[in-house]
């Protein structure tokens, strides 16, 4: 890793990415989205004050543990005059992103262990599987769309004829490996 001269106060873009471990075009994506930000020279060549390499950072650490680009810049835009995240910051910011991530991490627990059940069928049905359809309440009421259905010639959406599309899979077109667990 290149070593810079303490008196230098600004990094190119090579520099922060050599530093940092970023990608150039990384770096330029993230100034895009406003989680650094860099000066322009005479010549138009980014420059980045030294603290970018801080909020670089924190950046991919937040990215590792799932944290979107968005919540990221929101942390980022509280803290005052957009100084550099310190320790503390990340202790208060992790803190608040824990429950989140602990949410995160109990509905892919769920999904995993849903999983197995859709690789034993094998058939990704609308009415049981748990990847497509996750805890739908209203296919009790049939094939189709439910909440978006509208009849342009009916008042009552819930009593138009179905459509065509709406109608029920033939028999025959269902694996038997669905039929028999939706039958027994």
């Not at 995993?112 to 094998?122: A, E, S, V």
């Not at 459509?163 to 039929?179: F, G, I, L, N």
Request: aromatic residues 4%; positive net charge.
């Amino acid at each position: 890793m290149p070593q810079l001269p303490f008196k230098v106060h600004e990094l190119s873009v090579g520099q922060l990415s050599a530093r940092s471990g970023a990608a150039v075009s990384a770096l330029h994506f993230y100034e895009s989205k406003g989680l650094i930000s860099s000066t322009r020279t005479a010549g138009n060549q980014r420059r980045y004050s030294r603290d970018a390499l801080r909020r670089v950072a924190f950046v991919r650490a937040a990215q590792r543990v799932g944290i979107p680009l968005a919540v990221i810049r929101d942390a980022l835009a509280e803290l005052p005059d957009e100084r550099t995240p310190n320790r503390d910051d990340w202790a208060r910011l992790s803190q608040v992103w824990r429950s989140e991530l602990d949410e995160r991490i109990s509905q892919l627990v769920e999904l995993r262990d849903r999983l197995t059940d859709c690789i034993g069928c094998g058939c990704l049905s609308l009415e049981r599987c748990a990847l497509s359809n996750p805890y739908d309440n209203l296919g009790e009421q049939g094939p189709g769309a439910r909440r978006l259905r509208v009849d342009r010639g009916a008042k009552d959406p819930e009593s138009a004829p179905p459509r065509p599309e709406e109608a029920s899979p033939r028999p025959e077109a269902v694996p038997s490996s669905c039929r028999e667990s939706a039958q027994g």
